[in-house]
């Protein structure tokens, strides 16, 4: 039986490294971002970022037997899915050291303070689904740690609990 889990994100909040971490431990893991070459569409400029046809790159995914990664990772049929998110400040500063544009560290910490991912993931899947774990105090270990024991049911799904809308304003 094939068991597909999730981790998804806005960019920044460490699903690449947790996803290393993983692969550590085991897991199959299989990075979102190698699968959607076939599926771009356009540029977008104004954003710096390139445009995927999401629907039919859902629609075509074959299942796969592990851990799927990337911040569209909630678009696709997972058993079980976490959610990572960081503190959008934080967030902001990390993107920024990753040589992000200004615009695109607002776009992207705007996300995270309105919880877009988050909200993304429950209208497609079902609370007992889904673990929402801030990263931003934690090392990629406990980080690890925390998704693997989801994923294995060790521990309970959780979501609903960050509220970063106080960040919203002081986004720049």
């Known amino acids: 039986m094939i ?14 490294s947790v996803a290393g971490a993983l692969r550590e ?24 970022t390139l445009v995927i046809d999401e629907d039919r790159w859902a629609a075509e995914f074959v299942p796969f037997d592990g851990v799927v990664e990337g911040h569209l990772a909630h ?19 990390r993107l920024r050291e990753r040589g992000y544009g200004d615009e695109k560290v607002r776009e992207n910490a705007l996300a995270e303070a309105l ?17 929402e774990l801030d990263t931003t105090d934690m090392s990629i ?14 521990i309970p799904p959780q979501s609903g609990f960050l509220d970063w809308s106080s960040y919203i304003g002081m986004i720049e």
């Open 3 to 16: 068991m597909m889990f999730g981790i998804t994100g806005t960019p920044g909040t460490g699903k690449s």
């Open 25 to 48: 431990q085991g897991f199959c893991i299989l990075h979102l971002s190698e699968t959607t070459g076939i599926y771009v569409v356009g540029k977008d400029p104004a954003r710096d």
């Open 75 to 93: 678009l696709l049929p997972c058993d079980r899915i976490t959610v990572l998110r960081c503190r959008p400040d934080i967030l902001a500063t």
């Open 115 to 131: 919880d877009v991912v988050l909200v993304e993931t429950l209208e497609k899947f079902s609370p007992e689904q889904v673990y």
């Open 141 to 154: 270990r406990e980080c690890r740690d925390r998704v693997s024991g989801f994923f294995k049911g060790e």
